[in-house]
């Protein structure tokens, strides 16, 4: 079953906040968020596991509620670089290291 | 070169025919992916393997066939290609190690099917 991710698409100015966010149906055992860039392949940002978790990586953080089966990423500060489409890749609880993708949020930072 | 390779970077068929895709890590990862990527559309999970010898089918297996032999190797098999498979199609190795857990692309390949 395939995560739902919203919103599809952000624009935001240089410096603005934005949040992303992804649901499941499922139980999960952990999430992955990636970025991609136009015509490159996805890289990797952070994994939450399962036990509702918080992390962040520079201005990029992200949140697991495990009672939701939901994840939000955290975008603060934006930097054009930050431009791309973002991902989250689910792992439910008995899918074996299986990650299934949203279809993904196309951000676009302008000056 | 270390990482996880695609070869070839681009590929045009014509309908009907074999094509295969390759895939080589240099990690020894355990665990690896194909998937494709429709313009404009997330990432579908084709085929995956556990270890050399395991593999087991993803959300859109029909037409594809994988085998691996080896840890580092990970083809991709069109038996006859159909436009519908044209596509980019990215391969992925994982480390799998709880917290540190990460799953890395290959850059992709392009496939056009005529």
């Known amino acids: 079953q395939q995560p739902v991710q919203s919103p599809q698409a952000v624009i935001l100015r240089e410096g603005e906040d934005a949040v992303i966010n992804c649901s499941s149906s499922?139980?999960?055992?952990?999430v992955h968020w990636y970025r991609q860039k136009h015509g490159e392949a996805p890289v990797f940002l952070m994994i939450l596991l399962k036990g509702g978790e918080q992390k962040g990586h520079e201005k990029i953080s992200a949140s697991f509620n495990e009672k939701k089966q939901q994840s939000s990423l955290y975008l603060t500060a934006s930097q054009l670089s930050y431009s791309g489409t973002y991902f989250c890749g689910t792992e439910a609880m008995d899918s074996s290291y299986k990650l299934i993708f949203g279809s993904g949020t196309r951000l676009l930072v302008r000056p | 070169d270390a990482g996880i390779t695609q070869s070839p970077r681009y590929k045009i068929t014509e309908t009907g025919r074999q094509v295969t895709l390759m895939c080589h890590q240099t990690w020894s990862h355990s665990y690896m992916f194909w998937y494709r990527q429709d313009l404009g559309h997330g990432l579908r999970l084709i085929y995956y393997s556990a270890a050399a010898d395991i593999t087991d089918k993803g959300e859109v297996p029909d037409g594809y066939v994988v085998s691996r032999s080896k840890t580092e190797n990970f083809p991709l098999t069109l038996e006859s290609a159909t436009r519908s498979q044209t596509s980019v199609y990215f391969c992925?190795?994982?480390?799998?190690?709880?917290?540190?857990?990460?799953?890395?692309f290959g850059p992709g390949t392009r496939l056009t099917v005529l």
């Open positions: 499922k139980a999960l055992y952990s």
């Open positions: 992925a190795s994982r480390w799998t190690s709880g917290a540190a857990d990460t799953q890395y």
